[in-house]
């Protein structure tokens, strides 16, 4: 059976890093293209970062990009996401997902997404 369980998350001060951890079992977890996304209270689901397969290209949200590093160690079956210069706005839950497909260029949107994990609190303090 399929299954994502992150880690990593807790409370943290402004301008703070924090490093989430995605451990996959039950999927041949190379071939597939990963994501994160997060919600906040009160708000919608968004993307957070992708990563392909092998690692070699990755895509950003906006919000995030310079701060918000996504990597995977293939060989552990493991993706994270650093976290750096965190904000009182990157309080969420965190996910880790895995896309229907792998084909084509990197997914954002979460119905493209099959497999998620339970999610990982993540809290800056100001």
């Known amino acids: 059976q399929e299954q994502l369980v992150e880690s990593g998350g807790g409370l943290v001060q402004a301008g703070g890093s924090l490093r989430l951890s995605c451990a996959a079992s039950g999927l041949t977890f190379s071939i597939y293209n990963m994501g994160w996304f997060r919600q906040a209270p009160g708000k919608e689901r968004e993307f957070v970062a992708a990563i392909n397969w092998s690692g070699s290209s990755t895509d950003y949200a906006d919000s995030v990009k310079g701060r918000f590093t996504i990597s995977r160690d293939n060989a552990k079956k493991t993706v994270y996401l650093a976290m750096n210069s965190l904000t009182p706005e990157d309080t969420a839950v965190y996910y880790c997902?895995?896309?229907?497909?792998?084909?084509?260029?990197?997914?954002?949107?979460?119905?493209?997404?099959?497999?998620w994990g339970q999610g990982t609190q993540v809290t800056v303090s100001s």
């Open positions: 997902a895995a896309p229907r497909s792998s084909l084509g260029s990197l997914k954002v949107r979460d119905h493209e997404y099959i497999y």
